[in-house]
């Protein structure tokens, strides 16, 4: 069956630092993969999108990486800030579907 | 622009009562979407019309579930009857298209209790 994983427990990091969230899947072949952005409350926002022809991608302090080949994306945030801190999402357009499926996200705390 | 726009934001209702939550997409785009989110499974996609056609209604989980989307600017999620395990919340999303790497764009949510 098709999964998205992302680390469940929460990634608390000091402020200034890097953080690195992870995202594999299984038995998906994606032309692209995005990341969202969800704020308690709130619903998801678009941060980036990764092509499948594409290594990385880059915004700012974000960087995402994709690696078809072990069926994983890395996405990092430079020099962390305490409004940072928020669940991250990543999705997948689910194969034989045209909508995206969403992995469970990972809850980053960045502490001042 | 305005964005997805959902109503109600919060909702609490008794078993056995209809629910209905409503969504107007964002102006041009033609595809939508209906997500619910839980912490036991996260967001789930229930189901998405395509220039106001369902195109796909498999998350859709019983038969007390039912959308429409009689135009371009409007959308409804129904529960009937509604029961406590249908707590969650519910957003809507809206895109250009399905086209593949379109951005899609969510509403604050419709946080529903059945009590």
């Known amino acids: 069956s098709q999964k998205i994983e992302q680390n469940s427990e929460a990634l608390n990091i000091q402020e200034g630092k890097t953080a690195t969230l992870t995202c594999n899947y299984t038995?998906?072949?994606?032309?692209?993969l995005q990341w969202y952005r969800q704020d308690p409350g709130r619903g998801p926002v678009f941060l980036l999108l990764?092509?499948?022809?594409?290594k990385e991608k880059r915004k700012e302090r974000l960087k995402v990486t994709f690696d078809t080949t072990l069926k994983q994306s890395l996405f990092h945030i430079t020099a962390s800030q305490p409004a940072d801190s928020a669940t991250y999402l990543c999705?997948?357009?689910?194969?034989?579907?045209?909508?995206?499926?969403f992995g469970s996200g990972t809850r980053l705390q960045v502490q001042p | 622009d305005a964005g997805v726009i959902q109503s109600p934001r919060h909702e609490v209702t008794e078993m056995g009562q209809e629910v209905t939550l409503r969504c107007k997409p964002i102006?041009?785009?033609?595809?939508l979407f209906w997500y619910r989110q839980t912490m036991m499974r996260g967001l789930e996609l229930l189901i998405y019309?395509?220039?106001?056609?369902?195109?796909?209604d498999s998350g859709m989980p019983e038969d007390r579930f039912s959308a429409k989307m009689p135009n371009a600017s409007f959308s409804t999620l129904k529960i009937q009857p509604s029961e406590p395990r249908d707590s969650a919340v519910y957003f809507c999303?809206?895109?250009?298209?399905?086209?593949?790497?379109?951005?899609?764009?969510f509403g604050e949510g419709s946080w529903l209790t059945v009590v």
């Open positions: 999705a997948l357009r689910d194969t034989g579907r045209r909508a995206l499926t």
């Open positions: 990764i092509r499948e022809n594409e």
């Open positions: 999303a809206s895109s250009f298209g399905l086209i593949s790497g379109n951005t899609i764009y």
């Open positions: 102006s041009g785009h033609n595809s």
């Open positions: 038995n998906y072949s994606p032309a692209y």
């Open positions: 019309f395509n220039n106001n056609v369902p195109i796909d």
